[in-house]
């Protein structure tokens, strides 16, 4: 089952590219850039990944962001990523940025923006993996926030496919960020959201109904609704699950209990994803293994989700085509 996982053409649509950033390099950063980290080792900083929810790994994951400073910092750690995705044959992937978490402390957008667009633009050429940006708003800022941050999103147009909704759930839901949402769409925006995580399901509501989006990231709430439960089958909207860091938030308390073998056999356009795989111990490769170890998932299973992980994509039909075809062959 490895080899297969392994060797089959797949898409990563739900990675936070700070979620990336290994303690090695974070720490080669801290160096370079004279920013001091609350660890004093790689070691150390490793042995606090352990978190009992989604706000605890949040505030470790904005406090080792700090050490991104210059526009190399933002383009070496995404480059080391994409080297990653080559050795997993991840060939597409549609990459989350939080800019505000970067733009609060002093660094400019544009910054944080070319540094991580210059090394997906290097990843298309010297790699082959094609790859989108989608910038996500914070949802436990302002919407105003949001809306300026979404100003500079448009003047970046040509480097940005889509807009999307990230950090702490409960409390902040999507009809907070109506406004801001509406505007995006109106500029051309693709639309996704985190909904369902820790968050209600009524959340799962909103982003389909308020913030009209294409994707759902997470959803795993949606259980709880059989009415939302045949919409999402209906509709075709893809929900990008991430088991392992399920588990490490605590959002399920064993891998058994990951519900996407059953939304796979319910006809909902469920893909399987690796979230923040420096914090989560989980590659994208390591996310199907285990998940599909767990659940007994079978090779149409695995086959399944990497055919869903293609067509949920942004890639135009031809792109999504050309890779259809090449997975077809390990049918
Ligand atoms: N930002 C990074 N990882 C996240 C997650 N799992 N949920 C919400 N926001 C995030
Ligand atoms: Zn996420």
């Not at 790689?42 to 994951?61: H, I, M, T, W």
């Not at 999402?232 to 519900?259: F, G, M, R, W």
């Amino acid at each position: 089952m490895k080899d297969y996982i392994e060797k089959i053409p797949k898409a990563e649509l739900h990675i936070h590219i700070e979620g990336t950033l290994e303690p090695e390099l974070a720490f080669h950063f801290a160096k370079r850039n004279n920013v001091k980290l609350r660890y004093n080792s790689v070691e150390e900083l490793r042995s606090a990944y352990n978190f009992k929810n989604l706000q605890e790994f949040l505030d470790l994951y904005h406090e080792v962001s700090k050490v991104l400073v210059k526009e190399e910092d933002f383009y070496d750690f995404t480059w080391a990523y994409l080297e990653k995705l080559h050795e997993q044959n991840v060939r597409h992937v549609e990459l989350f940025y939080d800019s505000q978490s970067h733009t609060d402390r002093g660094v400019s957008f544009e910054t944080v923006t070319n540094g991580i667009y210059k090394a997906l633009q290097d990843g298309k050429e010297k790699l082959g993996i094609s790859s989108y940006l989608i910038l996500c708003f914070l949802r436990h800022l302002s919407e105003e926030e949001a809306i300026k941050t979404l100003d500079k999103a448009i003047e970046h147009k040509e480097k940005i496919l889509g807009i999307g909704l990230a950090s702490s759930e409960l409390g902040h839901p999507p009809s907070k960020f109506e406004r801001a949402f509406d505007k995006a769409r109106e500029e051309g925006f693709r639309i996704v959201a985190h909904a369902g995580e820790e968050g209600p399901l009524e959340y799962i509501w909103e982003a389909i109904n308020l913030l009209k989006v294409e994707r759902i990231d997470h959803g795993n709430r949606a259980m709880e609704d059989p009415e939302l439960l045949v919409h999402l089958a209906k509709s075709k909207t893809p929900l990008t699950l991430c088991p392992v860091s399920n588990l490490e938030l605590c959002v399920i308390e064993k891998l058994e209990d990951h519900p996407v073998k059953k939304m796979l056999d319910m006809g909902i356009m469920a893909t399987i994803h690796s979230d923040d795989p420096a914090y989560f111990k989980g590659s994208l490769n390591d996310n199907y293994v285990r998940t599909a170890e767990a659940l007994e998932l079978d090779e149409k299973d695995i086959y399944k989700l990497a055919k869903n992980s293609l067509e949920a994509s942004f890639l135009p039909e031809g792109e999504k085509r050309n890779l259809l075809d090449e997975l077809k062959s390990f049918e």
